[in-house]
């Protein structure tokens, strides 16, 4: 079992930077990937960001391409979301989750946290 926990959402004004951690625990073994997920209010949940665990290679959407930067700390298990020039349509609760590559969907989840951008 794995257990994710995000944390640094907050309320920033527009054109400002947020950094969102995941702190993992458990067995996660190995060959996997991790994802940032967002998620607004009557709005389809979006995959953000992805870096796979091992080779650190990275995938972005295209709607925070040049924005967002996701980033690991393997030795701590912690992944970062680095979130620069916020617009207000990043408002959202941002969660983590891990997918391993045998499996087609993301196993586990974090529980959320909550990024608001002021205009």
């Known amino acids: 079992q794995v257990q994710l926990v995000e944390s640094g959402g907050g309320v920033v004004q527009a054109g400002g930077s947020l950094r969102l951690s995941c702190a993992a625990s458990g067995r996660t073994g190995a060959n996997y990937l991790m994802g940032w997920f967002r998620q607004a209010p009557g709005k389809e949940r979006e995959l953000v960001a992805v870096?796979?665990?091992?080779?650190?290679?990275?995938n972005y959407a295209d709607s925070v391409k040049g924005r967002f930067t996701v980033s690991r700390d393997i030795p701590n298990n912690t992944l970062y979301l680095q979130m620069d020039s916020l617009k207000p349509e990043d408002t959202a609760v941002y969660y983590c989750?891990?997918?391993?590559?045998?499996?087609?969907?993301?196993?586990?989840w974090g529980q959320g946290t909550q990024v608001t951008v002021s205009s």
């Open positions: 989750a891990v997918r391993y590559y045998s499996e087609a969907e993301y196993r586990y």
């Open positions: 870096i796979t665990w091992s080779g650190g290679g990275t």
